[in-house]
C-alpha cells in the first residue's frame, strides 16, 4: 500500500460509508486513468465493500485495489473483458443472486465508453438486477474540458463521441470523411502504434482545428491543439510523442454559410492588439461569427505558446 492513501482509505470510509449500499447490485465504478490519486472517496469505499470485483485485467487491477491498500482474494475478482463478457455475465448474475455487491472497473476511466462493461450491463438489467453507476475519471470529459471549443448557439451545443476509429485505412478514410462535415465537437480515441495512421488520416481535414491530449493525467500529460494537416508533422518532431494513450478532439467544422477566412489576417491582428479587440476587427472584416474567430484565436495563440 502506497503511504500516501492511508489518510484516503480512511476518509473514503468516513465520507462515504454512511451511506446504503444495496446487496444484490452491480455498481460500475470509473477508476484513474493514469494518476492515481483521481480516484473518488465513494469509490474507494465500494471498491473495499465489494464481495466480487469484476474487471478487464485481474491483476492489474489487484496491483491498483493494493495501492490504495485494499486487498482481495483471488476468488474475489472475476476477469470481464472483450472477449469474453457475454459469457462472464452469467458468471456476475449467479453471484448478485447469491446476494453479493459486485464491482465492475475497466483497466482505466468509465467502463462502458470505449470499454467492456457495456454488454455485462445490458445483460444484468434485463434479469431486473440493479444497477448503480460511481462516476469518475474519463479520457473523453478531460480532454474535452481542455480544448476550448467554442460553440455556436444557432447550431446547439454538445459533442459527438466516435471512440476508436476503424483500423483498416480504407475503412477509416471513409469514417473521417464522415465526421468532415460535422458541426459539432468529435472526440476519437487512439492507441500509440496507430496515432501516427490516424494523423495521416486527419490530415485531409486541412485547417480544422484539433485538440491532442497525450498521456492525460500522467507526468509526461501533453496538450496541443493545432491544425489536423499540421498533426503528423507535430508527432515527427518529438519521439516521445508516440508513446502513450491519445484523446482527440476534432473542433467544429466551419458552417457551411461561414465566410472562408485567411488566419494571417487573424494572426496580424493577434501581433498588435489584445484578442478580444483582433477577434472584433476581423469580424468585422470578413463577416464570420464572432464565437469561431474567438475559437480560431485562441488556438492560434496556444499554439504559438507551445
Known amino acids: 500500500m502506497s503511504a500516501s492513501f492511508i489518510s484516503a482509505l480512511a476518509a473514503a470510509s468516513e465520507a462515504a460509508g454512511s451511506q446504503h449500499y444495496p446487496q444484490s447490485t452491480l455498481y460500475v465504478v470509473a477508476t484513474p486513468i493514469g494518476n492515481l490519486a483521481d480516484i473518488s472517496l465513494r469509490a474507494l469505499h465500494v471498491l473495499a465493500l465489494a464481495d466480487t470485483v469484476a474487471c478487464e485485467d485481474t ?15 483471488s476468488t474475489q475478482t472475476l476477469a470481464v473483458h472483450q472477449h469474453n463478457e457475454l459469457e462472464a455475465a452469467a458468471s456476475v448474475v449467479d453471484r448478485l443472486r447469491l446476494g453479493q455487491r459486485v464491482v465492475y472497473v475497466s483497466d482505466a476511466g468509465t467502463p462502458g465508453i470505449s470499454d467492456p462493461g457495456a454488454r455485462l450491463v445490458a445483460h444484468v438489467r434485463a434479469q431486473g438486477i440493479r444497477v448503480v453507476p460511481l462516476p469518475g475519471a474519463s479520457s473523453v470529459t478531460t480532454v474535452l474540458s481542455a480544448a476550448g471549443v467554442l460553440q455556436d448557439s444557432e447550431r446547439g451545443s454538445g459533442f459527438v463521441f466516435a471512440g476508436f476509429l476503424p483500423t483498416k485505412a ?64 507535430w508527432l515527427a518532431d518529438d519521439a516521445n510523442r508516440l508513446r502513450g494513450e491519445f484523446a482527440l478532439v476534432l473542433h467544429p467544422a466551419p458552417a457551411t454559410n461561414e465566410v472562408a477566412h485567411d488566419d494571417r489576417v487573424l494572426k496580424l491582428l493577434l501581433e498588435q492588439l489584445p484578442l478580444k479587440t483582433a477577434v472584433k476587427l476581423a469580424a468585422d472584416i470578413s463577416g464570420e461569427p464572432r464565437n469561431a474567430l474567438y475559437e480560431r484565436a485562441l488556438a492560434l495563440k496556444t499554439s504559438a505558446t507551445d
Open 59 to 73: 491483476r492489474h487491477t489487484q496491483a491498483l485495489l493494493r495501492a490504495y491498500g485494499i486487498e482481495k482474494k
Open 170 to 233: 480504407g475503412e477509416r478514410a471513409t469514417a473521417v470523411a464522415a465526421l468532415a462535415g460535422e458541426t459539432q465537437a468529435v472526440v476519437v480515441l487512439e492507441a500509440p502504434h496507430r496515432i501516427e495512421a490516424l494523423a495521416q488520416a486527419l490530415a485531409v481535414l486541412g485547417e480544422r482545428w484539433v485538440t491532442v491530449g497525450r498521456e492525460l493525467t500522467k507526468q509526461f500529460e501533453e496538450i496541443a491543439t493545432l491544425r489536423a494537416d499540421g498533426l503528423v508533422t
